[in-house]
C-alpha cells in the first residue's frame, strides 16, 4: 500500500508559499471549467446542494427530506472530500486538502485563516476567497460571498475535547454535526450594510461553492479521525457499515479507515482540536 498522503493545517500551508499555490492552481483550473464539464467546481460542489442536493444533514438525505433512522454526515463527507480531493489532483496532481483548524489561537483571533481571505494575491484573483456559483432561482451566475462574525464565537479546544471523550458514534456525530452548523452560520454571517443578507456558507443550498467549505469539512472529517483514534475505527452501529454513501461508489465500512482512502493527518494524535 502506497504511504497516505498527510492533509495539513491550513496555517501550517500558509507558511509554505509554493505548497499554497499549489492549492490554488488547482481551485483556478477546477473554477475555469464549464459547469457542464464534470471535472469543474460547479460541478463537484453542486452535488452537495444546489443543484443535486446529495448531502447528508441530521438524518435527512438532501431535497428529498426523506427521515431516516440512521445518520450518515460523517461518513457521506469523508466519501466527498475522497473524491473532491481526487478532482484536485485532476488538475494539478501535487494538491493536498487542507483543514481549518477553527480552535486554534490564530482562529480565535483572526477568523478566517488569511489565505482565504484576500481577494488578490498579489495582482492575482485569489481562488481561495470566493468561487464561482452558476445561474439559479432566476438569478445569474456570480460568486460566492461571507461575511464572518466575531472569532470569539468560535468552538474552543476544550469543545473538541469533550467530544473525544464520547464513546457512542451516534452521539459524537450528532454533536460534532451541531458544531459542524455552527461553523456554517459563523462563517457565511450576515451582510452588515444589508442585515437580511447572508453568506453562502449559511445556506445548504451553495454552501460548497465557498472554497473555505471544503476545510472546513476537512477539519469536522480531521475530529472523526482523531476520535477514531481514541474510540477505535470501527466503533460505529453494526446497522450502518452497509450503507450506500450515493452517488460515491463507497459503503460506509469503505471509509472508516483512512489510510485505505489514502490519507491521514499531519500530528494528529492528539487528545485536542487544536495544534498544528
Avoid at 33 to 42: K, M, P
Avoid at 68 to 84: E, G, I, Q
Avoid at 245 to 258: E, I, K
Wanted: charged share 15%; hydrophobic share 35%.
Amino acid at each position: 500500500m502506497a504511504t497516505p498522503t498527510a492533509r495539513p493545517n491550513v496555517e501550517t500551508l500558509q507558511q509554505k508559499p509554493a505548497d499554497l499555490a499549489v492549492l490554488r492552481d488547482a481551485y483556478d483550473k477546477m473554477q475555469a471549467l464549464a459547469g457542464t464539464d464534470n471535472r469543474s467546481w460547479i460541478h463537484w460542489a453542486g452535488l452537495h446542494g444546489y443543484p443535486q442536493w446529495q448531502c447528508w444533514h441530521h438524518y435527512k438525505l438532501g431535497q428529498q427530506n426523506t427521515e431516516r433512522t440512521y445518520n450518515l454526515f460523517l461518513p457521506w463527507h469523508r466519501a466527498y472530500l475522497t473524491y473532491w480531493e481526487h478532482a484536485m489532483r485532476d488538475q494539478n496532481a501535487n494538491a493536498v486538502l487542507p483543514w481549518w483548524d477553527w480552535t486554534s489561537a490564530t482562529s480565535h483571533q483572526v477568523g478566517v485563516p488569511q489565505s482565504f481571505a484576500a481577494a488578490t494575491v498579489g495582482a492575482t484573483r485569489n481562488s481561495l476567497f470566493n468561487g464561482p456559483v452558476p445561474a439559479m432561482l432566476g438569478n445569474p451566475p456570480r460568486v460566492t460571498q461571507r461575511f464572518p462574525s466575531s472569532p470569539s464565537g468560535l468552538p474552543t479546544t476544550t469543545d473538541i475535547g469533550n467530544l473525544l471523550d464520547l464513546t457512542s458514534f451516534v452521539d459524537f456525530s450528532d454533536q460534532l454535526e451541531d458544531i459542524h452548523d455552527q461553523i456554517h452560520g459563523w462563517t457565511g454571517g450576515r451582510d452588515p450594510n444589508n442585515p437580511g443578507k447572508g453568506g453562502d456558507m449559511g445556506s445548504v443550498a451553495v454552501a460548497a461553492f465557498d472554497p473555505i467549505f471544503w476545510s472546513h469539512h476537512c477539519m469536522i472529517d480531521r475530529v472523526w479521525y482523531l476520535w477514531q483514534l481514541k474510540q477505535g475505527i470501527n466503533n460505529i452501529p453494526d446497522d450502518y457499515l452497509d450503507k450506500p454513501l450515493a452517488p460515491f461508489s463507497f459503503v460506509v465500512r469503505d471509509v472508516l479507515d483512512t489510510n485505505n482512502l489514502g490519507y491521514e493527518y499531519v500530528d494528529a494524535r492528539s487528545d485536542s482540536g487544536g495544534g498544528n
